[in-house]
């Protein structure tokens, strides 16, 4: 994203990589969201030729899943909804 | 259409890593792209830009990263972390690794292999597409 645009803007971008990954998921494709994927941004503006005002938030591989990898085995687990949940009325 | 209900579809995606090397057909690529083009943004500005890579160019960034994590050339984030993760935080990261080792076969001690399960975000889990967001 442009680096005027700050924490809304990256928000957006993340509601839509869990919308391509789902649709990917829906249509039998494979992903993995990394983080790691923006420790270099000058290798990624270079190969892509984007000015240096662009910034890299974050990278999605995907592709078809290998089942024979042990490391697609892992699980996670989720925090119960108190954690992360607030519902007020009164 | 896929059979897979939306609850299905959230519940069953998670983060795979292993690719087979076989490519997404074009018709496919574009079809879960415009998919996503339908996302929310604030006043629908779409601020979203997605660079994929693929082919040659891929195998071309993907050295590159192999290249510098071997060199340990420091991570250079354009927008990092702003002070230290919390404790809960930390604590759920601990075990995201937890579960990845427990299913590798690698122990919290054994240093050399837990750099090995690290280095395989940088060769993408040898998957056949990238897509960078900026």
Known sequence: MKDNFGSQ????????????????????????????????????????????????LFGISFGYEDDSVAANTARTTRAPLEESVAFIRD | ????????????????????????????????????????????????????????????????????????????????????MGDIFKGRRRECAAALYSAMGVAWEDKPARARVGKRNFEMFDAPHVVFYA
Request: aromatic share 8%.
């Open chain 2, 1 to 84: 259409m896929s059979e897979l209900s939306l609850e299905q579809a959230i519940l069953t995606r998670h983060s795979i890593r292993g690719f087979l090397p076989k490519e997404v057909p074009d018709e496919l690529l574009r079809k879960v792209f415009e998919l996503a083009q339908w996302s929310p943004s604030g006043t629908n500005v779409q601020p979203w830009q997605a660079y994929v890579a693929s082919g040659a160019a891929l195998k071309r960034i993907r050295s590159e990263f192999i290249r510098r994590v071997e060199a340990k050339v420091p991570a250079k984030p354009d927008l990092p972390d702003k002070g230290k």
């Open chain 1, 9 to 56: 803007t990256a928000a957006d971008v993340g509601m839509y990589a869990q919308t391509l990954m789902l649709a990917m998921t829906a249509n039998g494709l494979a992903s993995c969201a990394q983080g790691t994927m923006a420790h270099y941004p000058d290798l990624v503006r270079d190969n892509f030729g984007f000015e240096e005002d662009v910034k890299v």
